[in-house]
């Protein structure tokens, strides 16, 4: 049960704060919801009853928050190529309703992105998947939206630089395969 005043992510929308529960007769039938306010003067009601069931959950915390930021500064992971399969395996993350998959699904589309392109309903995909993103990264860091968007943008440009320019691919090959002092696998140890 959650409370008036609590902010929480609801899956495939974002986050928002519960502005009120109300009680409201909908084709005959009283049930009593909560009315979620969401960025943009966007409101949102869901019924109390199935809030669980359909993956309302609290807002990370800041220390969680910067677990995300993490995920986003890691190389993409393995996507498919087949387009559809891609797509439905994003679409399967956003759904679930964590944010780390959420993050993952923002940080692969924007390096494929980057690369060759994304079709229309990866864009779609993508414009949703950060606005989930950023619309919880804003309550949990308590920053203004624009500060996040440019922080997760920050984010994802670093690690696409780090591991898709050849600068940053040469770097990961290195620290991959010549070793270091102290790591104590140098052939003088």
Do not use: C
Not at 30 to 50: D, H
Not at 93 to 107: F, H, L, Q, T
């Amino acid at each position: 049960m959650f409370n008036v005043g609590d902010k929480i992510v609801y899956p495939m929308h974002g986050a928002g704060t519960i502005d009120s529960i109300e009680e409201k007769d909908i084709l005959g039938e009283k049930q009593s919801y909560y009315i979620l306010k969401m960025p943009g003067e966007v409101k949102v009601m869901i019924p109390t009853a199935k809030a669980e069931e359909v993956g309302v959950r609290n807002i990370i915390d800041k220390e969680s928050a910067e677990r995300v930021f993490g995920v986003l500064e890691r190389d993409e992971t393995e996507m498919d190529k087949n387009w559809n399969k891609r797509y439905r395996d994003n679409m399967d993350k956003m759904k679930s309703g964590d944010i780390y998959e959420v993050a993952d699904v923002v940080r692969n589309l924007s390096f494929k992105q980057k690369e060759k392109g994304l079709s229309t309903g990866e864009k779609k995909m993508l414009t949703n998947a950060k606005q989930i993103l950023v619309s919880e990264l804003v309550l949990a860091e308590h920053a203004p939206e624009d500060e996040v968007e440019k922080l997760v943008e920050n984010k994802i440009n670093t690690s696409f630089m780090a591991f898709r320019t050849d600068l940053g691919a040469q770097e990961s090959i290195v620290q991959k395969f010549i070793p270091f002092e102290g790591t104590g696998t140098s052939e003088n140890t």
